[in-house]
């Protein structure tokens, strides 16, 4: 005789406070604790009021930008960030990505050794604990302003983004194959191809497209610390008070990326 399935507990039909401190003294003096604090740390604050003032009639000047934008005074430093931007971000992604196969591979704990994993996965950790602004800000030190140090960036950043996120789709692939290309007397690189390179392909083509998105916007980023590219237009710009050409280089930046992310997201969903 079967048994019999118990039926669920009923939801409640009524609101009811969730529970928190029972005592209402020490609620209310929690309260007033975090009150007081915020208080105390905004005081703290070193804020100049006049400076405050003339930041907000800079703003007020730069929201009028975008109801005038001009596009023609500094159409050609546009077109030239653009087109750094550009190549920095196709050059770092195609870069990175075939950089960060080998490092996916030593960071996957079903394929690589103790040691081997270790190492990679300390790299990958490396790679995202690291903003991007602060690897182009050590980059443009080292090797002065330019794309140069852009295309570095974003190579690295792109390492450590798909080298995490591949690691993980190794390890979740399916260990039958691999059992029994090894059983058949594989290779390694065989067993690469076949039984991994095979499951994680659509995977990589899709996270290939979304990086690609990714660099094009961080190089309009790193450029305002001399990377290169478009960003380094706008800082020119924004130096200068120039924020009508501020306002229409924002604006290309936005209408680029919008097309980037329909285009890329068309392309995905046709490969996957």
Do not use: H
């Not at 059992?179 to 392909?201: C, H, I, K, N, P």
């Amino acid at each position: 005789m079967s048994a019999l399935a118990t039926p669920a507990a009923a939801p409640p039909r009524t609101w009811q406070r969730p529970p928190f401190i029972a005592s209402p003294f020490t609620r209310w003096a929690l309260y007033t604790g975090a009150a007081l604090y915020l208080v105390l740390a905004t005081a703290s604050l070193d804020v100049n009021w006049v400076r405050v003032l003339q930041g907000l009639e800079r703003g007020w000047a730069f929201v009028q930008g975008f109801l005038n934008p001009d596009f023609t005074s500094r159409w050609d430093d546009i077109v030239i960030g653009f087109q750094e931007s550009l190549t920095m971000t196709v050059t770092s992604t195609a870069l990175g990505v075939l950089l960060s196969i080998p490092v996916a591979v030593g960071a996957a704990r079903n394929l690589a050794p103790t040691w081997i994993y270790l190492i990679c996965r300390s790299f990958v950790a490396l790679s995202r604990t690291l903003n991007e602004i602060i690897v182009a800000i050590f980059l443009v030190a080292m090797f002065g302003f330019g794309p140069f140090a852009g295309f570095l960036t974003l190579t690295f950043a792109t390492i450590g983004f798909m080298a995490k996120l591949m690691a993980e789709d190794i390890e979740e692939i399916e260990a039958s194959q691999l059992e029994a290309l090894r059983a058949t007397g594989a290779g390694y690189l065989q067993v690469l191809d076949f039984a991994v390179l095979s499951q994680v392909m659509p995977r990589l083509v899709g996270l290939s497209l979304y990086r690609l998105d990714i660099n094009f916007r961080e190089s309009a980023v790193i450029g305002i610390v001399g990377a290169g590219g478009i960003g380094a237009t706008l800082n020119t710009a924004m130096d200068r008070y120039e924020f009508d050409s501020a306002a229409a280089i924002i604006l290309v930046i936005i209408a680029i990326v919008m097309v980037a992310e329909y285009s890329s997201g068309w392309l995905r969903k046709r490969i996957q």
